[in-house]
């Protein structure tokens, strides 16, 4: 079974890569999806309004508050669209859901709690497509409880070993413990990895993120609002139209968190972040482009203070769709050791 989270692209150098083969399922096996996802009354209000939902029971408090339930109910749409993404790291090689069965909504959620998603696979069946196979699973959605809350169950095509778009004749996995993508949970149930630990990482090595992000010119105009952000260059489009020259590019503060948001994938056991340095904009992201990123191990030490934790530096460079250099930053991080932090008692 082929469960790596990298590949390797030559000495000390690796690219992130999600998802199981349809070679690498069998029936019954169980997969604990992670990180869960808290959900909020404000994402039910938006989903409601933003969809003209006319059940006023998600957004109106005062009739929600006379209702069995006492207060909003979440929308059950939102439950299955996070359930189908909370997944998407073991089924990233999915090329469509055939079909959906069933669903069956067991519980309510409200805004405030915790969602988790667990896939069990039931059947497995080969098609006249050489290139997939047909991957049948019930989806269960669960609360910080444990409870049942949601159940769908459906048929994703999955890619056979090879076949996926982005699998290259040269791929070759990067076969190291350290590098497994699901690690084996106290249940029998596989439980998908969350990031390298301290003892994992190696001065030196470099890792690709993957996949890259693009940035739209609405996330750029939300961003600069939420922000605070008084310059009309971001968000107001007759200023624009007078001032060509100030061109739309992506604003720097919004380009460091999409950066350090794609290396989390590698470095997602981090306790905390104690900053950058050296941040440099070489060329503009503009709105539209494409955001990719690589991490470089600089040095790692043990922290004397926390015996359960190491610090590393860490140097990233960022490049768009052409390769350009737009961004680059030291930054400091704190990470766990192996074994140590939460994450066992939290389900991880």
Not at 83 to 101: E, K, P, T
Not at 137 to 165: D, T, Y
Not at 234 to 256: K, M, N
Request: with cysteine.
């Amino acid at each position: 079974m082929s469960r790596y989270a990298y590949l390797a692209l030559g000495e000390g150098r690796y690219r992130e890569r999600f998802g199981l083969s349809f070679e690498d399922v069998a029936v019954g096996m169980v997969i604990q999806h992670r990180p869960g996802v808290d959900i909020s009354q404000q994402d039910n209000r938006e989903e409601s309004l933003d969809f003209l939902n006319n059940a006023h029971l998600h957004y109106d408090s005062h009739y929600a508050s006379c209702t069995e339930w006492e207060q909003p109910l979440f929308v059950s749409t939102i439950t299955i669209q996070r359930l189908f993404g909370m997944a998407s790291r073991s089924w990233y090689r999915r090329r469509n859901v055939v079909a959906i069965d069933s669903i069956i909504l067991s519980a309510p959620l409200f805004g405030g709690d915790t969602l988790y998603a667990e896939s069990r696979v039931i059947g497995l069946e080969d098609t006249d497509d050489g290139a997939v196979g047909h991957v049948h699973l019930e989806i269960l959605g669960k609360n910080a409880r444990g409870e049942k809350v949601a159940q769908a169950n459906c048929i994703f095509e999955v890619f056979r070993r090879g076949r996926h778009p982005e699998d290259g004749a040269d791929d070759a996995l990067a076969e190291e413990a350290r590098f497994l993508s699901h690690h084996d949970g106290a249940d029998g149930a596989l439980v998908e990895q969350t990031g390298l630990w301290f003892d994992d990482l190696r001065e030196g090595e470099s890792f690709i993120h993957w996949p890259g992000r693009t940035i739209t010119a609405e996330e750029g105009r939300t961003s600069a609002l939420r922000s605070l952000e008084i310059n009309p260059r971001w968000h107001d489009a007759a200023f624009q139209s007078r001032y060509p020259e100030l061109d739309q590019r992506v604003g720097e503060a919004l380009l460091i968190g999409v950066v350090t948001a794609l290396t989390t994938r590698s470095m997602g056991r981090v306790v905390a972040n104690l900053g950058w340095r050296n941040i440099k904009f070489p060329n503009p992201l503009r709105y539209g482009d494409t955001l990719y990123a690589e991490s470089r191990i600089v040095e790692l030490r043990a922290s004397n203070s926390r015996p359960s934790q190491g610090l590393a530096k860490v140097e990233t460079h960022a490049f768009n769709q052409h390769g350009q250099l737009v961004c680059s930053y030291e930054r400091a991080l704190l990470i766990y050791r192996r074994g140590e932090g939460p994450f066992a008692k939290a389900g991880y």
